[in-house]
Structures are given as C-alpha cells and as structure tokens.
C-alpha cells in the first residue's frame, strides 16, 4: 500500500536462496529501499502493473444467506493478510462499493471478505470480487 520502488536483494525459503516465489510461500526477503516500520502486515511487493493501490472498490457481491440484510454503514474488511475498516456506500443488486481510509493493495479479482464485528451471531456479511 505504500506505492514505493523497493529492491529485492534475496529470497530465502527454508535457508535456501531463491530466484522467486508464489503466494503462500512463507520466505525471508532483503529489502533495499523501505524501512521495517514501512513493511506491515499484507504488504504486496511486485512488479509496477501486477497490483494496484486503491481506496475505493466496486465488488460483484455475494451475500452469506445466513446474514440479515445488508446495509450501507462501517464495517470491517479483509483482502489477502490486511484488515481494514471499510465503509459500504453504495448497494445495488449484486454490486457493492466500499471505501477505505487507508490505501489498500490488491490486485485484480482479489476477494474481499466484509465481516460485521459487532455482530452478536453472525459476523460474515459475505464477500465480493474486486472489478
């Protein structure tokens, strides 16, 4: 999310030096070009067009049958390892758009999971594909 030019000196996975990795992968990385207060927890390091940096989503929406109606108002988001507040604007059918205060990385048809935290069952509103 900090939209910035690092460099990648070395990757490690399990002590042996890598020339890349995939998601999921659990690696060490050599930084050149960001400080650890810069580096937090969902950050996406990659090519210049592979992800992209937003604070406004419009998501194909598919609401948990389980949970009541969904309403405009602050909720909680999750897209990849971050967790932000987001709030719901705008519902349509089975469109909604969420903003955030924060920048958030994610690239295209990553998912977002909306979660209700003050509800007192059900906290999964349902999730949606970035567009």
Do not use: W
């Not at 050149?32 to 067009?49: H, N, Q, V, Y």
């Not at 971050?82 to 349509?92: F, G, K, L, R």
């Amino acid at each position: 999310p900090a939209n910035k030019e690092v460099m990648i000196r070395s990757i490690q996975m399990q002590d042996r030096d890598f020339e890349s990795a995939t998601a999921g992968c659990r690696v060490g990385l050599a930084v050149k070009g960001a400080t650890i207060e810069e580096l937090k927890r969902g950050a996406i390091f990659s090519t210049p067009d592979a992800a992209k940096v937003d604070t406004k989503f419009t998501l194909r929406f598919t609401k948990n049958r389980f949970y009541q109606e969904v309403k405009k108002g602050v909720f909680h988001g999750t897209i990849g390892m971050q967790s932000i507040p987001v709030t719901i604007t705008e519902i349509y059918d089975h469109t909604i758009t969420i903003e955030t205060e924060k920048p958030v990385g994610y690239t295209t048809n990553d998912t977002f999971i909306l979660l209700d935290l003050n509800a007192k069952k059900l906290h999964h509103i349902g999730n949606g594909i970035v567009s």
